[in-house]
Nanobody, 124 residues
């Protein structure tokens, strides 16, 4: 199985940028379609973005489309989430997840492996 560790979270002002990383170990990440999800206090976990195993297909939640970019470097066993033009409503714990499939998904229950999460806080 694969282990996932997120990093890159922190405190940023509105309009700023952050880049999250998700490093995989145990198995090569190229076996997995990978997604980013987030959970704000008092809210359910929600889909943010996903990328196919090859990196050729991506999908985004409407709330982040045009601001966030998901990418992957299979040689480094890492997936990234570049977050630009951050808003206070982007504040959440961000989770990386992987599913052993070539097909991306926005469904939480279709991901097999999860990281521990990294906190992103956007101040107004």
């Amino acid at each position: 199985q694969v282990q996932l560790v997120e990093s890159g979270g922190g405190l940023v002002q509105a309009g700023g940028s952050l880049r999250l990383s998700c490093a995989a170990s145990g198995r090569t990440l190229s076996r997995y379609a990978t997604g980013w999800f987030r959970q704000a206090p008092g809210k359910e976990r929600e889909f943010v973005a996903a990328v196919s195993r090859s990196g050729g297909t991506t999908s985004y939640a409407d709330s982040v489309k045009g601001r966030f970019i998901i990418s992957r470097d299979n040689a480094k066993n890492t997936v990234y989430l570049q977050m630009n033009s951050l808003k206070p409503e982007d504040t959440a714990v961000y989770y990386c997840a992987a599913r052993e499939s070539a097909i991306i998904s926005y469904r939480i229950d279709e991901y097999d492996y999860w990281g521990q999460g990294t906190q992103v806080t956007v101040s107004s």
